[in-house]
């Protein structure tokens, strides 16, 4: 009988008195951690030309990313101030959003929404970093190749989101 208490009470004291395991939430900046951290990795075995070069592509990928986002963010305020002055010379007084609900069919709010859509999506890409995924220096610029086009891609998909809302303010301010 003592020895049945005695397990009970070292179970008990085992499973109360230890500390749990903590399990963390991984975070975007996490994912881009182990990213950089893979990189880093392989790009020491690199030689010392291909690694200036990879640094050289890298640097120019974030910039050409910041311009195109800095001209695209100037449109998204632009497409803003339209708007508002748009609402403001017509005398349009705007029904307050929870946030929650809207009315696509009004035309200033669906214009209003698609201007924060395309806004949200500019601050998005810009806060994007382009990782190279090295598979090797032989296919150093398959890699490269590889991220530019991915870059590309997502600044036509970006471009396109703010056409939408230039069209829908130049089609609301043409009435």
């Known amino acids: 009988m003592k020895k049945i208490f005695l397990i009970i009470l070292l179970s008990f004291l085992t499973l109360y008195a230890l500390p749990l395991p903590l399990f963390a939430r991984t975070t ?60 403001f010379r017509q ?18 709010e669906n214009a209003r929404y698609w201007i924060t859509y395309a806004h949200e999506a500019v601050a998005y890409q810009a806060a994007k970093h382009y990782i190279f995924d090295l598979s090797g220096e032989a296919n150093m610029k398959a890699n490269v190749t590889s991220k530019i086009n991915q870059l590309a891609n997502d600044i036509d998909i970006l471009a396109g989101k703010v056409d939408k809302s230039q069209k829908l303010v130049e089609a609301l301010v043409s009435k």
């Open 28 to 87: 975007p900046d996490d994912i881009l951690r182990e990213q950089r951290d893979v990189y880093n990795m392989r790009v020491k075995n690199y030689s010392p030309e291909n690694q200036r070069k990879l640094a050289e592509f890298e640097q120019k990928i974030a910039t050409m990313n910041k311009n195109q986002t800095d001209i695209l963010e100037a449109k998204m305020v632009r497409q803003g101030e339209i708007l508002n002055e748009y609402v």
């Open 91 to 108: 005398g349009i007084q705007e029904r307050q959003a929870d946030g929650i609900t809207r009315n696509l069919s009004d035309p200033v």
